[in-house]
């Protein structure tokens, strides 16, 4: 078993603080401590830059680069305008990205940005710019990994007795689904046609979903590349992700219900599925791991894990009916997952399955034990049952007009790793 324990060093520091004032707001998602990537335009400009957050601002990394302030790996890395390029590098580039870049916005530092021409160049304000996809998405596997909610769904669908399948504590489940309709934080969701085939219904009939859903997760991003036939074990497939994005996996589920038997879900996931717009890196989130949940059996050797590799992320849904204030509708933690990223990859190469830079492993919804940390509305209203309050609207599945915004963070001392939001919101079904 490969052993993968991550280390602490200066950029974590708590005490740390940077020279860009906003950054050392203990409310502000993006510390000196965190340094999320993310890929944006400039107003009156087309080109993708990549930078990094910082406080209320961007750090604009191409534009260092090109000014010779950033080398990495060699060659550039940034001048894409997608991380791609980054991703694809040794764990070693990565670390040396954070360390440079911590370096340049660290308060006092001795290759300090501050007071540089380049820098009034190089930062810009987060409201100035547009955010796009952070990388290219090569391919796209929804996970099935938390315990609460694969028991709830089975509940209601198959009984108590029989809610968990009995390859469900032995390994991870999943099924591909589609890269080409991930999409940004801000990207319109369009309700999906599918076929149909309700309880009244003789026959099935093509028709908008009536049951659109949320699914509130997590999706690691693959970063340095495997070759075909090579397989990694829990320990080596943890160096592989880069980091971490938010995650809306859109679900219709009536499509659904009439289309998963036998092979799993299929249109009623393919329409969206929304990610955050920065990547939170794997070395930023390295304070906030946890253990795992007990486990009821054994896993087998590949799986075992010699480091705790779940992650303590507090993550909140809210609801906004169209020209009304968001309700939070859900508060859990991705602590709950019974399988961490790492063992989803794992999983994923042990047939000998490539893994390209830039492929997305989503963690399945996350739900925890109380009936608030459910991640679903699925769950929230259990199938309809109990319908929510939203002020003067009531909810049992997304209405048209409705907004879902995701936000999540990991409490630090003195300060917060923050995602910002993968929101969407929904579009009438197309004529």
């Known amino acids: 078993m490969s052993t993968s324990v991550p280390t602490l060093d200066e950029t974590h520091d708590p005490a740390r603080r940077s020279w860009v004032a906003s950054a050392n707001d203990a409310a502000s998602d993006f510390p000196l401590q965190n340094l999320p990537y993310g890929v944006f335009t400039r107003e009156g400009d087309r080109a993708r830059h990549v930078g990094v957050a910082i406080g209320d601002q961007v750090l604009d990394l191409t534009v260092l680069e090109a000014e010779g302030r950033l080398t990495l790996a060699g060659e550039p890395v940034f001048a894409t305008g997608r991380l791609n390029n980054l991703m694809a590098q040794d764990p070693v580039v990565w670390q040396r990205a954070r360390t440079e870049i911590s370096q340049l916005l660290a308060e006092g530092g001795a290759d300090t940005l501050r007071g540089t021409a380049l820098a009034g160049t190089a930062l810009v304000a987060q409201e100035a710019v547009r955010l796009h996809r952070p990388f290219k998405v090569a391919g796209y596997t929804d996970f099935y990994s938390s315990r609460a909610h694969a028991t709830n769904v089975g509940t209601m669908f198959r009984g108590a007795a029989d809610a ?123 304070p906030y791991r946890v253990p795992a949940p007990p486990r009821e059996y054994p896993l087998l050797d590949y799986l075992a894990e010699a480091a705790p590799a779940n992650l303590d992320i507090h993550i909140e849904a809210s609801l906004a009916p169209r020209g009304a204030a968001p309700h939070t509708i859900s508060r859990t933690n991705a602590r709950h997952l019974y399988y961490s990223a790492a063992q989803q990859l794992a999983h994923h190469s042990l047939c000998g399955c490539t893994m390209e830079t830039g492929d997305l492993l989503g963690s ?68």
């Open 164 to 286: 968990l399948p009995p390859n469900w504590l032995h390994m991870p489940i999943a099924y591909n689904g589609r890269a080409s309709t991930v999409v940004v934080s801000g990207t319109p969701v369009r309700r999906p046609l599918g076929q149909l085939m309700g309880p009244g219904d003789t026959a099935p009939r093509v028709g908008p979903s009536a049951r659109l859903d949320m699914e509130i997760e997590l999706g690691a991003v693959v970063g340095t590349p495997t070759r075909l036939g090579t397989r990694l074990d829990a320990g080596a497939a943890d160096r592989h992700i880069f980091g971490y994005v938010l995650l809306n996996d859109w679900s219709a589920r009536d499509i659904q219900v009439w289309e998963y038997r036998p092979l799993g879900p299929f249109q009623s996931k393919a329409f969206a599925t929304t990610i955050s717009p920065w990547v939170v890196t794997q070395a930023a989130l390295a």
């Open 364 to 431: 399945g919804t996350i739900s925890g034990p109380d009936p608030d940390s459910f991640g679903s509305l699925l769950e929230l209203t259990w199938n309809g049952e109990r319908p929510l309050t939203l002020g003067e609207a009531r909810r049992v599945f997304l209405e048209d007009g409705d907004t879902l915004a995701l936000t999540a963070w990991c409490e630090g001392r003195g300060h917060r790793i923050g995602f910002g939001a993968a929101s969407g919101t929904v579009l009438r079904a197309q004529d």
